[in-house]
């Protein structure tokens, strides 16, 4: 196909300019191109082939940080170094993967060094059929020892991907299946990764980024994660995984009378103040329990008269060291509210 008078222009831009104006070129057509990503790998075949026979290490990092032809992506991908290889399977669409599959295109076999893979699954747009793969534990990545799994999941919490709801904007059966798929795989970790202390902190670690799984009955799972204790007073290992499990489950009179303060906790985040009209009466009988998950409950500070009653419970609250933590608690809080919902604050002087 014959290239256009903007392309042989552009090329001999590209041939000639600076190499910070030729990352910022690439940068600027990378957020262009970013709302069709499937397509995304057939522009800038001619310029970014220009670009690489340069042989510029500045150029070359902006071709793996915002580059989008496969057959450059490769060529850097073979013979650089670890940090330019990170930079490509955190940056290129679908960390290099075919659109379609599992076939990984930078090489004959998906990367096994735990810094790659680290890389390549914070990556936000991976398809979720690679990320489906990845949490069953599916061919290509059935070869991960425990050690690297861990590794490669504490990296997927921190991937935007994991915390953003579905856009349905455009409805398509198949497409909201299989996104809500990924979240339902990473909640089900749960129900078989090994109980131990590490894989609690881990999977917390994982779900508390994690948009909640739709469809999906907690309480076999909550019961798999308890764990001794020298005191009745001490929090376990399990404490807060359990909590964040309980955020499946309806924030309901049931929820509210479990004997496990992890759920307890999980209630006074979420509830309603409409569905419990004297909820402020739940500081009388679960102290510390209440307040402390109470404060990050967002419809608690959604009306100013149960902002006020939560500040008032704040400064009521036993402080025996004079430190007043729960009432700094209450401003930190409030302080990121008015940042996140400046909306609900209209009404206050």
Request: proline share 6%; hydrophobic share 40%.
């Amino acid at each position: 196909m014959a290239l256009t008078t903007e392309e042989i222009i552009e090329g001999a831009f590209l041939e000639v300019c600076p190499p910070s104006e030729a990352v910022e070129w690439l940068k600027r057509k990378r957020e262009s191109a970013s709302k069709t990503p499937l397509l995304m790998r057939d522009d800038n075949k001619y310029q970014e082939e220009i670009l690489y026979l340069r042989n510029d290490a500045f150029i070359e990092f902006g071709l793996a940080r915002y580059g989008v032809n496969t057959d450059v992506a490769q060529r850097i991908y073979e013979r650089e170094h670890l940090g330019i290889r990170c930079t490509l399977l955190f940056s290129f669409p679908n960390g290099g993967f075919h659109s379609f599959g599992d076939r990984f295109l930078f090489h004959t076999s998906v990367p096994a060094d735990i810094q790659e893979l680290c890389a390549l699954f914070s990556n936000s747009t991976l398809s979720d059929n690679i990320l489906i793969k990845l949490l069953e534990r599916k061919a290509p990545f059935d070869f991960l020892s425990d050690e690297m799994f861990e590794s490669t999941i504490i990296a997927l919490a921190k991937n935007p991907r994991m915390s953003t709801p579905y856009d349905d904007t455009h409805l398509d059966g198949y497409s909201d299946h299989t996104y809500h798929k990924v979240f339902s795989c990473a909640w089900q970790l749960a129900a078989v990764v090994p109980v131990t202390p590490r894989w609690a902190n881990v999977l917390y670690y994982l779900l508390n980024a994690c948009h909640p799984a739709r469809g999906l009955d907690p309480l076999e799972m909550i019961r798999r994660w308890y764990f001794p204790t020298e005191s009745a007073d001490q929090v376990d290992a399990g404490y807060f995984l359990r909590s964040r499990l309980a955020d499946l489950l309806k924030a309901d009179k049931a929820l509210l009378g479990a004997s496990d303060p992890a759920l307890r906790s999980s209630f006074y985040r979420r509830f309603r103040p409409t569905d419990f009209p004297s909820w402020f009466k739940f500081a009388e009988s679960d102290g510390d329990q209440f307040l402390d998950s109470a404060l990050h409950n967002p419809n608690l500070w959604r009306a100013e008269t149960d902002r006020e009653t939560l500040s008032r419970l704040s400064w009521n609250h036993p402080d025996p060291r004079s430190d007043l933590m729960m009432v700094n608690q209450f401003r930190a809080v409030e302080g990121r509210m008015r940042q996140q919902h400046p909306e609900w604050f209209n009404g206050d002087e």
